[in-house]
Nanobody, 126 residues
């Protein structure tokens, strides 16, 4: 069974930083893409960033480029999303997900992901 657990969310002032973690049960990330999505209040879920497990391919949404950074620790089966220069518009529930199929390319569409964590709330105050 594929299980993903996000952590690291919280309340932060504008300009601050947070690091989100997405940890998988077992080696279920190997050969797959791992993505981060977010759902702002009253809005649809949107793509944030993605990384292939090899670490060679990453992609970021334009609205987080230069502020958010992905990394992964293969020994811990964990993907990290470092978020800096946070803005109130970054307020959302953040979800990590694993792609349905093996992929060596970054995947930006939520439909390409079949396994999701429960989400972690990020609130940025002005």
């Amino acid at each position: 069974q594929v299980q993903l657990v996000e952590s690291g969310g919280g309340l932060v002032q504008a300009g601050g930083s947070l690091r989100l973690s997405c940890t998988a049960s077992g080696r279920i990330f190997q050969n797959y893409a791992v993505g981060w999505f977010r759902q702002p209040p009253g809005m649809q879920r949107e793509f944030v960033a993605t990384i292939t497990w090899s670490g060679d391919n990453l992609a970021y949404a334009d609205y987080v480029k230069g502020r958010f950074t992905l990394s992964r620790d293969v020994t811990k089966n964990t993907v990290y999303l470092e978020m800096s220069s946070l803005e109130p518009r970054d307020t959302a529930i953040y979800y990590c997900a694993r792609s349905l199929y093996s992929s060596t390319a970054p995947l930006t569409g939520s439909i390409e992901y079949g396994y999701w964590g429960q989400g972690t709330q990020v609130t940025v105050s002005s």
